[in-house]
């Protein structure tokens, strides 16, 4: 790398909440990593928006296009969930980079890189599936649903997100989609800490299929309808992991 290349200025933009990063469809070759708060990744399946992953500080996202090196348009859309800092990596030096490694590692991630894409369409595909399944044509409601959602009767352990970690309360999820959670707890957890629409909470669980996962979700609804002594909670997802992501996603398909 020549000092041209090496004197390639390092490029950070913010963006506030809701704020569109990429849009599925544009081109662009650069690679974003994030350096702060959290952003969203979704492809579109007709009219349903499929969620693939939730990325976090360290995390990168725009490497398709670089490492394939081709013309295609981006493969997905990138939302900021928060407040959000990233780092754009300048496509020229990356490029003399990407050169300069050895033959055989090249292909190696070349071959990862197209398993990875192939998953993430198979996985918005299945997942379009389920949704197209679910709906029934007597129930109007349904047809509005954005995920597709599995029944559970699973314990769980949560806090408030501002809490310590001394702060364990016990809930049971009822249902689960990737885009949110259904959980009743007691009533007396209510007692102390707040349970009402717009409150944060911090998950965790062990899936059916035997996968520990972390969770966070905001408060959407709240029952107190529920049998005597139980509150339900309904909950979306607002920050997840990656692998959080797909620990989920490959729960739900199957």
Not at 178 to 206: C, D, K, Q, W, Y
Request: charged share 30%; aromatic share 6%.
């Amino acid at each position: 790398m020549d000092a041209k290349d090496r004197a390639l200025p390092t490029i950070r933009l913010n963006y506030r909440k809701g704020d569109l990063i990429m849009k599925e469809g544009d081109y662009g070759v650069s690679i974003y990593r994030v350096k702060k708060g959290h952003v969203r990744v979704t492809q579109q399946q007709g009219e349903m928006e499929v969620v693939l992953a939730t990325l976090g500080p360290g995390e990168y996202f725009g490497e398709m296009v670089f490492l394939n090196k081709s013309v295609e348009t981006r493969s997905a859309s990138v939302r900021a969930m928060d407040e959000v800092e990233v780092e754009v990596m300048h496509p020229v030096r990356l490029s003399k980079e990407y050169d300069g490694m050895p033959p055989i590692l090249r292909y190696i991630t070349n071959q990862t890189l197209n398993r990875l894409n192939r998953l993430n369409k198979l996985y918005a595909q299945l997942l379009k599936k389920k949704e197209l399944e679910s709906r029934g044509p007597t129930d109007p409601g349904v047809a509005q649903r954005k995920y597709f959602r599995k029944t559970l009767d699973q314990t769980c352990i949560y806090k408030p997100v501002r809490s310590s970690d001394k702060v364990r309360l016990q809930g049971r999820i009822t249902d689960i989609s990737v885009g949110g959670l259904g959980m009743e707890v007691s009533s007396r957890n209510a007692l102390n800490v707040r349970h009402e629409p717009g409150e944060e909470f911090i998950i965790h669980t062990t899936l059916p299929s035997g996968r520990e996962i972390e969770l966070i979700g905001k408060i959407q609804t709240v029952s107190r309808n529920a049998a005597p002594g139980r509150i339900q909670l309904g909950l979306k997802f607002t920050r997840l992991t990656g692998e959080a992501t797909k620990t989920l996603g490959f729960f739900m398909m199957s």
